[in-house]
């Protein structure tokens, strides 16, 4: 149904007052009287009684102004939440995150996203590098946040952190008597590593820094969570890789020590489509980068 031909009927149920509805519809008197013969003839009912002094409703028309300007109104909030979305002031985001991510950053890019965005409803999915790079691609998530570098260039990535790896080991390890060590400091010690499946070029990347500082691990052991990682640490079953210090988790039997000189780190990065206009993904990515700037 029109929208002018409603708003100048509600102008004249209001005004009851053809020359005070047309100056407030900004219209002719003519160009009124012809939208109420046209909503008439489309309703197929009389809506005014007009003589040469008064106009008023009939019955039908008391009816149908309360029902139009309900209509009125809707239209309105719904051009309203269209233009929002259009312009990412409402909505959703669907993120992909990895483990290590969403427990090291994750918050803080949540907190930083709703004070930019404080209507938009982040949806979360804990996916690895590689899963996110393909749902990136096939647009199941909007943006990633992942461990760089990425080889697709569909993709956009931009690093927002480097955090190096520390070191947790068994207070019973010889070298926890050491209050810094070097990687080839650990030439004879078993590794306890993140599966290679959540970042597998920074897993890879771990052994190849291993083998420039002249030995390969004697064995790799697999675990996951961060968690996992110190409790075998703590039972002495090797030296784990942990990043950032808020995933250096208490636990007795177990500590913790900085690696100097040449050592891993792991990259957090914020990814989304090339090319991609929306707003959000935008604010996303600069919540991203304002939260990564904090990350150790």
């Known amino acids: 149904m029109d929208r002018r031909r409603l ?3 509600i102008a004249l149920g209001e005004e009851l007052h053809f020359d005070r509805a047309a100056r407030r519809c900004r ?3 003519p160009a009124m009287s012809q939208q109420l013969r046209q909503l008439e003839e489309q309703l197929g009912a009389k809506l005014l009684y007009r003589t040469k002094r008064s106009v008023s409703l009939t019955r039908a028309g008391e009816a149908f102004l309360t029902e139009a300007r309900r209509i009125v109104g809707q239209m309105d909030r719904a051009a309203e939440l269209a233009r929002r979305i259009e312009h990412g002031e409402i909505g959703e985001i669907v993120v992909g995150v990895t483990a290590p991510a969403l427990y090291i950053v994750f918050p803080e890019i949540v907190a930083e996203f709703a ?3 404080p209507q938009v409803r982040l949806v979360p999915r804990e996916m690895t590098t590689f ?3 393909e749902a990136l691609r ?3 998530i909007q943006v990633g946040i992942l461990h760089p570098p990425l080889v697709d260039e569909a993709l956009v990535c931009r690093e927002i952190a480097r955090t190096p790896f520390d070191l947790v080991l068994s207070h019973r390890n010889p070298l926890a008597g050491k209050e810094d060590l070097a990687l080839a400091d650990l030439s004879r010690e078993r590794f306890i590593l993140f599966p290679r499946r959540i970042g597998p070029r920074l897993y890879d990347g771990i052994l190849t820094m291993c083998g420039e500082a002249g ?3 004697e064995a790799v052991t697999e675990a996951f969570p961060a968690q996992s990682i ?4 703590a039972c002495d079953l090797g030296v784990g890789f ?3 210090d808020v995933q250096h988790f208490r636990r007795p039997m177990a500590v913790y020590r900085r690696l100097t000189g040449p050592a891993p780190s792991l990259t957090l990065g914020v990814a989304f489509r090339a090319g991609d206009p929306s707003p959000l993904t935008a604010a996303l990515a600069h919540a991203a980068a304002a939260a990564g700037a904090g990350v150790r």
């Not at 110190?230 to 640490?233: E, I, S, Y």
């Open 7 to 9: 708003t100048s009927f």
């Open 27 to 29: 219209v002719t008197q």
């Open 115 to 117: 004070r930019l965005q």
């Open 131 to 133: 899963e996110q790079e």
């Open 138 to 140: 096939e647009g199941e």
């Open 215 to 217: 030995f390969s691990p």
């Open 230 to 233: 110190v409790a075998l640490a």
């Open 242 to 244: 942990i990043a950032s």
